[in-house]
């Protein structure tokens, strides 16, 4: 298994960005799968989950309304679109396989990705 993000970087306040995560070494439409993000000197924050079909998702109530999760399972690709982006965003990003089809912070997540940096900052 392998999950490798991309897309992170430097962005203004009220600013956007797309993050990616490049699937591949099992069946990615089979399982759920989600966004979680940690900053320096925090604990891991779960983000956005989507169930393995993609009709489903969820999102954490400090980026609701702000952050789009989406997953295309053709190109085994799982996004994360960010809008109106606040300092308090500044985390490293990293996509998490769910070892089942849950999707919700509560998952068991069996594979993760190696983390995209983002920072919100004027």
């Known amino acids: 298994v392998q999950l490798v993000e991309s897309g992170g970087g430097s962005v203004q306040p009220g600013g956007s960005l797309t993050l990616s995560c490049a699937a591949s070494g099992f069946t990615f439409s089979s399982y759920g799968m989600s966004w979680f993000r940690q900053a320096p000197g925090k604990g891991r924050e779960w983000v956005a989950g989507i169930s393995f079909g993609g009709g489903i998702q969820r999102e954490a109530d400090s980026v609701k309304g702000r952050f789009t999760i989406s997953r295309d399972n053709a190109k085994n690709r799982l996004s994360l679109q960010m809008n109106t982006l606040k300092p308090e965003d500044t985390a490293a990003y990293f996509c998490?396989?769910?070892?089942?089809?849950?999707?919700?912070?509560?998952?068991?997540?069996?594979?993760w990705g190696q983390g995209t940096q983002v920072t919100v900052s004027s």
């Open positions: 998490a396989k769910s070892a089942s089809r849950d999707f919700f912070y509560d998952a068991n997540y069996d594979y």
